[in-house]
């Protein structure tokens, strides 16, 4: 007998009896006998809870899993949120539920992706927004696709160099195996090539341009006009953005934007190396019918109550088969519950405070980096956000080992002799100090002994 | 579960200057964001809620309680194995080491969470007879969009680019041909037989007519009907002679564990729905996992950034020693690239990863058979008042075609809300679409001869409440949050968000 | 019971067209409304638009279900029905009087690989 399984040697003799067959195993008598499986699994033997927890303290020893000071960005952020998402996310009939098909037993589910829906159609300014998606790149690359597949006579979709690098090399993915190509408009002092982009849309057949605010270097930005030029084509202008960064931030609606998308990890989700984030997308009205992914939406139920239920089906997989707008099924509903309470808690104000505080500490680093004489702006007199890029005068992987070895994770790497930093709310101003005094103190010589 | 509705919105309980959160204040106020250009801040603030802490926490709390999950019941939805998620997932998955984790932290600071990544990949690659898995996609869906592209990638660098069909199953899952679709190949049908198995005689057809033209072919195995494809041997063999790979949809892997391998069956390329067979929660809708296999020969089709272990040979203070560890490949050459911006989701993974030690190799045996005795059992009990359209075995789900009398005019859909009075979820219904009253009912093994009983009971009172009493079932469910709704209202006139509903109300 | 106008050309795939001179009204048939349910959508169009016989040229959503609209001419839209934006579901109440889109017929001749009334009837049953 095992713990997950509830069946008692009477149980089986009397199942076994009802279905007709003698011994459990000849249920998988229709099975070919060469594709049988015969001998055991070379897997460990189950281990108790006691021993899986010696296990997993042992794997999550300083030696082997260490956690540092975390100065790095780069599309996941170490921010602040309260006790209560965590506790509330693992209530069980939000984490064991599945898909909200059957609405008479699921308002719960139902009710707070309507919430989240709304939550991110303020915060980008856009009419709707889906019930989320997988993660920031895979809705880029789906608003890639959206944008080819909305376009008539469009020979290419065009791509701002200042996109993360990982997120275009994902819409690069999608597009080559769905086949329509990617352009990638290069970028003067960390901000997209003004003259390249009208270069580009002279030649005509843009079905769409992705950009990123802030973009991957951290910049914030002027995207002033643009969109003008891409629906002068009817291309479709995307901006990927940081939602956190909204609070503060012109929105994509501002930029005029038809779709938005982005990481949703900034709203307080853990790190968890990397994943599960959530990929948030929102389009204007217009587009409705071609946005991937679920859509909850209001109606009414035959006792005349408000009621929440999964709607405009009739885009997705298991009603258009090859013809949907996308092959997603799930969304991310659990985190997308996780940034809903976020933003529940930190309401109007929290985020703002967030942004003052991130903002203020980014900038207090930079010019501490720049003071110690080491540093120099790798684009200078840009506007940034919370994270930025400074050139290092010595040998870069030195100085972040060293930092490393005192606990500290002090950026990114962009480049042979350039770092990207950033800075949350949760960075208290020793942190940033230490790290400065860390790096001040750092000579070449002695990291190499 | 709470049987009267809850109903309230976050944004209904707001009242300004509320705040629900703490921040310090002693920080660095040298720069503000009004240094930024007006032309880059955003006009009006966020209307998002402002709400007190206990507010949150209790609006939250009561909106669970008008949810159902497997903790809340028996949740016999077919195809989707709902099986118990177990609680030391959820504890182990948690650990603060974890979760304060930068996926670009160096490598050698994370070895912990790294070992759980390469063990994950190697021991899914065990059960499924593989070679080498990628943990990377984030859902089933995922994987089979990532599962495809190996398999274009594969005859791209063979220069064989006219391959650009990929035969499905008539009776395959809607997201087998959407996902064919947005990778760019061009679906053929391959057409069941009335038993609801693949016509090989029709698959052979097609192979001689476009067989140069095949990329591959995907399969689910049990298929949707939850019967096992008898002539699979068969069918990888003639796809393979034609040039082709056989993808395989993880979909319904549960009835297999313990008794078959797709690798062993002639599958190229799979995924695996970790939120399906390795326990790890749905959480309404994801986040999952779908990690994707393939055979020797194909692991350098796989995307980055890849997980690998070496051994390093070093020089001790004494002597040389060897180090063994474990380093991320995020540039690798892939012929394929990214299909995400990090690892795919971790805690998913960590979840699925503490299920595999927790029942071992001598457990996870049972799995599939378990599962298939369940089903078989609740098949054999209900056939007398629901329409079994195809007997013999099924594996880990049973469909049934709606009730055997349907003369009161009771549907499967009427059958299925009546189960929520009864304080059941519904199987999954009108799939899949090869009968008109789909019913599939999947029990997966971690329920118990008396919870099935007792479910096998009250579908029998169903269907006798449908002789006597046919429009209390017609007009069920009558003892849940909500009754049935108008979805033909929130099609036509779509109001997706608090600011259109209060705009027109 | 589905009725079945005299007078129009009907496709296997369920579209109806009426042609008036060099024009053709195209809709869904009343034997495919009643199969789809209540409409809730209709993907149209644009005027100028080129249609192909045989090709799709929109859609008809109803919650559960969706149906491309297949061409049964070739030639160039000239006007689409507009009430049917706001009001899909004037596709159920009355198929026939409510069309989807005008079209400019480039080859009339296509016509006659079109069914008559009696002949779409026979397939429907």
């Keep these: 007998m095992f713990k997950y399984f509830p069946h008692t040697e009477e149980d ?17 008598d229709d099975i070919p006998e060469a594709a049988r499986f015969k001998r055991d699994y070379e897997l460990p033997e189950a281990l108790s809870e006691t021993d899986l927890r010696l296990f997993f303290n042992q794997l999550t020893a300083p030696h082997n899993t260490r956690q540092l000071v975390c100065f790095a960005g780069a599309g996941c952020y170490d ?148 969109a003008d030029k891409i629906h ?51 389009c204007t009205e217009k587009l409705m019918r071609k946005i991937p992914g679920r859509i909850v939406g209001q109606t009414i139920d035959n006792r ?22 996308s092959n997603i099924c799930s969304n991310q509903s659990l985190m997308a519950l996780y940034v809903t309470i976020y933003l529940s808690l930190m309401g109007k104000e929290g985020l703002r405070e967030v942004a003052e505080m991130s903002y203020a500490g980014a900038h207090c680093l930079r010019d501490k980096l720049v003071a110690t004489g080491k540093f120099e702006d790798t684009f200078p007199g840009q506007p940034f956000f919370n994270e930025f890029c400074v050139d290092y005068e010595g040998d870069l992987d030195a100085l972040l080992d060293e930092c490393t070895a005192n606990g500290y994770l002090a950026g990114i790497t962009v480049g042979e002799k350039t770092l990207m930093l950033a800075v949350t709310e949760q960075r208290s101003p020793e942190e940033i100090d230490e790290l400065v005094d860390i790096i001040q103190q750092f000579k070449t010589e002695e990291a190499k002994v | 579960m709470n049987r009267t509705l809850y109903g309230n919105l976050i944004f209904e309980l707001s009242k300004k200057g509320r705040k629900g ?30 709400c007190d802490e206990l507010t949150v926490v209790r609006h939250y709390t009561n909106l669970s309680h008008n949810n159902f999950g497997v903790n809340d019941g028996f949740y016999p939805l077919g195809s989707c194995t709902m099986k118990y998620n177990p609680i030391i997932n959820e504890e182990i998955a948690g650990m603060k080491a974890f979760a ?86 061009e679906v053929v049908e391959v057409k069941s037989l009335a038993d609801g198995t693949v016509d090989v005689e029709h698959l052979r057809q097609l192979l001689n007519e476009m067989g140069g033209e095949v990329a591959g072919m995907m399969m689910t195995n049990p298929n949707t009907l939850g019967i096992f494809e008898p002539q699979v041997l068969e069918i990888t063999a003639m796809v393979h002679e034609a040039g082709g790979l056989m993808y395989y949809d993880g979909a319904n892997l549960n009835a297999l564990l313990g008794e078959c391998r797709p690798g062993d069956m002639g599958f190229d390329v799979m995924h695996i729905n970790l939120h399906k067979t390795f326990s790890t929660p749905h959480g309404g809708g994801g986040p999952g996992s779908g990690p994707v296999g393939v055979r020797e020969g194909l692991e350098q089709f796989l995307p980055t950034p890849r997980v690998n272990k070496i051994v390093v040979n070093c020089d001790g203070e004494n002597e040389p020693y060897e180090w063994e560890g474990y380093v991320i490949d995020r540039e690798a050459d892939s012929a394929l690239g990214s299909v995400g911006s990090f690892f795919g989701n971790f805690a998913v993974m960590l979840k699925a990863y503490v299920y595999i030690l927790s029942l071992g190799s001598e457990n996870i045996k049972q799995v599939g058979p378990l599962a298939t005795l369940n089903a078989n059992y609740i098949k054999e009990c209900l056939k007398g008042d629901y329409l079994l359209p195809i007997g013999g075995l099924c594996k880990h789900e049973v469909v049934f075609d709606g009730l055997v009398d349907k003369s009161s005019g009771v549907t499967t859909m009427d059958v299925a809300k009546r189960l929520l009075d009864y304080g059941y979820h519904a199987p999954t219904i009108y799939f899949p679409l090869l009968f008109h009253e789909s019913l599939m009912i999947e029990p997966t093994e971690n329920e118990s001869k008396e919870t099935i009983d007792a479910f096998i009971d009250v579908m029998h009172k169903i269907a006798g409440e449908a002789k006597t009493d046919p429009e209390l079932v017609k007009t069920a469910p009558h003892n849940t949050p909500i009754g049935r709704v108008d979805d033909v209202l929130a099609a036509k006139q779509p109001v997706t968000t608090y600011w259109k509903s209060i705009a027109e109300s | ?87 899909p579901e004037l596709l159920n109440e009355d198929a026939f009087a409510n069309w989807i889109i005008k079209v400019q017929l480039s080859d009339p001749s296509e016509l006659d690989k079109l069914m008559d009334a009696e002949a779409y009837k026979a397939i429907c049953n």
């Design chain 1, 12 to 28: 089986l003799q009397e199942m076994l009896k009802a279905t007709g067959v003698e011994n459990i195993h000849n249920l998988f």
């Design chain 1, 79 to 226: 921010h602040y949120a309260p006790s209560v998402v965590q506790n509330i996310i693992q209530r069980s009939e939000f984490l064991t539920s599945y898909t909200p098909y059957q609405a008479e037993i699921s308002q719960g589910t139902l009710h707070y992706i309507f919430e989240y829906q709304s939550m991110i159609a303020e915060l980008t300014g856009m009419d709707i927004a889906n019930a989320s998606m997988y993660d920031g790149a895979t809705a880029t690359a789906e608003a890639a696709i959206m944008a080819w597949n909305n376009a008539k006579k469009a020979t290419r979709v065009l791509v701002s160099e200042t996109l993360d690098p990982k997120i275009r090399r994902v819409v690069e993915t999608y597009a080559h195996f769905n086949g329509f190509p990617i352009k990638l408009v290069p970028a003067v002092n960390g901000a997209i090539d003004r003259n390249a982009l009208d270069q580009e849309l002279a030649e005509g057949g843009v079905a769409g341009l992705i950009v990123q605010q802030p973009n991957y270097f951290g910049i914030v930005e002027d995207y002033t006009g643009i």
């Design chain 1, 232 to 282: 002068e084509q009817k291309g479709i202008f995307v901006v990927n953005a940081n939602p956190s960064d909204l609070a503060i931030l012109k929105t994509p609606a501002e930029w005029r934007a038809d779709v938005a998308v982005g990481e949703g990890q900034s709203l307080g989700i853990p790190m968890t190396f990397g994943g599960p984030g959530v990929g948030y997308m929102a």
């Design chain 1, 304 to 325: 005349g109550q408000r009621a929440f239920v999964l709607t405009l089906q009739a885009r997705e997989q298991h009603i258009r088969r090859q013809k949907a707008t």
């Design chain 2, 21 to 50: 959160y703490s921040l310090p204040q002693d920080y660095d106020r040298a720069h503000t964001t009004a240094e930024l250009p007006e032309a880059l801040r955003r006009k009006e603030a966020a209307r998002l809620p402002e």
């Design chain 2, 100 to 185: 304060g984790l930068h996926p670009l932290q160096p490598a050698v600071t994370c070895q912990g969470a790294l070992e759980v990544y390469y063990n994950l990949q190697q021991s899914l690659a065990e059960l499924a007879g593989l070679k080498e898995f990628t943990l990377n996609p984030c859902a089933g869906a995922h994987g089979e969009l990532t599962g495809l592209m190996v398999i274009r990638a594969y005859h791209e660098s063979r220069k064989d680019t006219g391959r650009t069909k990929v035969l499905i199953p008539d009776s395959a899952h809607g997201t087998n041909p959407a996902s064919a679709a947005v990778c760019g190949l």
């Design chain 3, 1 to 87: 019971m589905a009725k079945f106008e005299e007078g129009l050309r009907y496709s296997e795939s369920h579209e109806y067209i009426r042609v008036e001179g060099e024009y053709g009204y195209i809709g869904i048939s009343d034997y495919a409304q009643h199969a789809l349910g209540n409409v809730v959508y209709v993907d149209m169009p644009e005027v100028d638009d080129e249609v192909t016989a045989g090709e799709e040229f929109g859609a008809v959503e109803s919650v559960k279900a969706a149906s491309d609209l297949i061409s049964p001419v070739s030639g160039t839209v000239v006007e689409i029905n507009e009430a049917l934006e706001d009001t």
